[in-house]
């Protein structure tokens, strides 16, 4: 991949004078190369085997975590049907002090002779810590006429600069302010790797975009977009993302999208540094942030403490072994007239030692582990759709299997709880690698936006504005602890046991017992990204809050050799009027 390639237009006009039909081209070709907005590469290959392999990317810098988009044009030149694999590993690069994770995923690609096709994929990037200094992606080809070695695809540069996370620009604000916006931005201590995200070659899957944080774009860009790939960003949105609309004039708009906010900006009315100003802020409480705050306050030490060897026992067993294998075995079992022993006790020794060891380890630990799952279940009865942010930690013992499959409509990221090195791998639907080790303690973040037609129905919406006590259904899958509802005066309702299907009359409640049912319940075991987006202790007027153990095929499954105990969900979204 040797930088961006691309094709020129052809030029609309021939010039006057021949001596300026030279410069009029070369302007003309730089014009032109420089509007492009999506990066292309070319994969080496050799010239004689009449394989061509060419990557596009819709960013022009790949985003700290989430996915990278890529598609891949391969053209068969032979006469023979052939198949090659992609190996991409996130980051491609890394300035490391204490650990190190590489992410690496496998596609396998196969086109027929002669023919030409095209893959889509998504590429999981790693979780990256300040401890890093690029995003980078290498990818590799194996397979007829593809030559040796890897690519590089670039990342965004933040090394050394105060995170502010991932903000994507669409190709008019890129063009019109992005050189300014990174300026200020850098001029500041932060960093300024803003992305430019091209939206035609955009993918309609909302876990394209879900490395980003910000998303800053024109609103007749928008408007103009399929009607598919604005699903995605709104899609997106509902995750816990900041989507910006940027319009010539009119006021500044925020509304909430989910667990997300759509904002109108007028960007043309203020100047660069409010604009700056406002990334800053708003990118306060980003996820680059989070990934940090996990390894010191989550998962709590009082549920799950962490991972700590028996040393008494482990040295006990090797002190034993080493006499045992030298003064025992070469003066008592293999003596002065049976020193010839000494080859096969040796070894015979060894391993009833590193067997002891093992049960050792095994008495110390045990086999498989138990884990702990909560889920924040955000509820759209408008699009019949569901957000779930889960949120699962586990602590391990002695794995005999990490391979598993994984929902193929959801995202998950490890989070950095522990100093060791880490490999993740992606093969297809199969995870496997070191999202599960032996012996420690480990968390995932999981999204996922699914069909639902889960809601909570008003059933006496006159009554309640005349001064009545509200009367609710629920369509929830599952029997609900205890259900709160806030009234559009703010006022807090409760009930609790409520079934699917049953009509409940709610009793009002004051704000300590709703904060009382959190703090003693789900949010207990909570790490910081579930609380800030559930946005606690402010509550949305005319939204349900509820508390449920998860049914089965709730939560997002990952390894289910695990003993997850009590899965715990809580639901909120509007409250909707039959």
């Known amino acids: 991949m040797n930088g961006g390639r691309p094709v020129p237009g052809e030029s609309a006009s021939r010039g006057t004078a021949s001596a300026s039909v030279p410069a009029f081209i070369a302007l003309f070709w730089l014009l032109a190369i420089f509007s492009q907005a999506k990066p292309v590469w070319q994969v080496g290959v050799d010239p004689k085997s009449g394989i061509e392999i060419e990557v596009t990317s819709p960013f022009d810098g790949q985003p700290m975590g989430g996915y990278s988009p890529f598609r891949v044009r391969v053209r068969n030149g032979s006469h023979a049907d052939r198949e090659w694999t992609l190996l991409a590993k996130s980051p491609g690069e890394w300035r490391s002090f204490d650990s190190t994770q590489t992410l690496a995923s496998r596609y396998r690609m196969r086109v027929e002779a002669g023919g030409e096709r095209v893959f889509d994929i998504l590429v999981p990037t790693a979780c990256l810590t300040r ?72 993918p309609p899957d909302w876990r394209a975009l ?89 998962p709590d030490k009082s549920w799950m403490a962490p991972y700590k060897a028996n040393a ?38 060894s391993i009833i030692g590193a067997l002891l060891i093992g049960l050792a380890i095994f008495i110390q630990d045990g086999l498989g582990g138990w884990g702990r799952r909560v889920a924040l279940i955000l509820l759209q009865p408008g699009q019949n759709f569901e957000v779930v942010q889960q949120e699962q930690a586990s602590r391990t013992g002695v794995l005999l299997k990490t391979r598993f499959d994984v929902d193929e409509h959801a995202a998950f990221q490890p989070m950095p709880l522990s100093s060791r090195n880490k490999s993740y791998a992606f093969d297809g639907k199969k995870v496997t690698g070191d999202w599960f080790q032996s012996r420690a303690v480990q968390g995932q973040i999981l999204t996922a936006v699914r069909p639902s037609r889960a809601r909570v129905e008003l059933l006496n919406a006159a009554e309640v504005a005349a001064g009545q006590r509200p009367r609710v259904l629920s369509s ?99 409250v909707i009027t039959p």
């Open 476 to 574: 929830i899958g599952a029997k609900l602890d205890a259900l709160f509802y806030v009234d559009p005066d703010g006022t807090l309702f409760r009930a609790e046991n409520v079934s699917p299907g049953r009509a409940v009359t709610l009793e009002k409640c004051d704000r300590a017992t709703f904060q009382t049912a959190l703090n003693r319940g789900e949010f207990e075991l909570t790490g910081p990204r579930l609380r800030r987006l559930a946005g606690f202790p402010n509550v949305t007027p005319g939204w349900f809050y509820a508390t449920a153990e998860a049914p089965k095929g709730v939560m997002i499954d990952t390894l289910r050799s695990l003993d997850w105990r009590k899965d715990r969900a809580f639901y909120l979204g509007p």
């Open 131 to 202: 401890n890093y200094s690029s995003s980078a992606i290498s990818v590799q080809f194996t397979g007829f006429g593809a030559l040796p070695g890897f690519e590089w695809i670039s990342g965004i540069d933040f090394s050394g600069k105060r995170l502010i996370g991932n903000i994507g620009l669409s190709r008019k604000v890129n063009d019109a302010f992005g050189s300014q916006l990174r300026k200020r931005l850098d001029d500041n201590g932060a960093n300024n790797g803003l992305s430019e995200i091209d939206f035609a070659e955009l």
């Open 312 to 349: 008494p026992l482990l040295i006990g067993v090797i002190c034993i072994f080493g006499v045992v294998v030298g003064p025992i075995n070469f003066f008592l079992l293999c003596g002065r007239e049976k020193r010839h022993r000494i080859f096969f006790m040796t070894p015979l020794i």
């Open 210 to 298: 879900l490395g980003f944080d910000q998303i800053w774009m024109e609103q007749d860009e928008y408007d103009a977009l399929p009607a598919a790939q604005r699903q995605a960003i709104q899609q997106w949105a509902t995750t816990g993302g900041l989507l910006v609309l940027c319009r010539p004039q009119g006021e500044e708009k925020m509304e909430p999208s989910g667990f997300g906010t759509v904002q109108t900006f007028p960007l043309y009315g203020y100047t660069l540094a409010v604009a700056a100003a406002h990334m800053e802020k708003v990118g306060a409480g980003n996820r680059a942030g989070l990934k940090e705050s996990y390894r010191t306050v989550w």
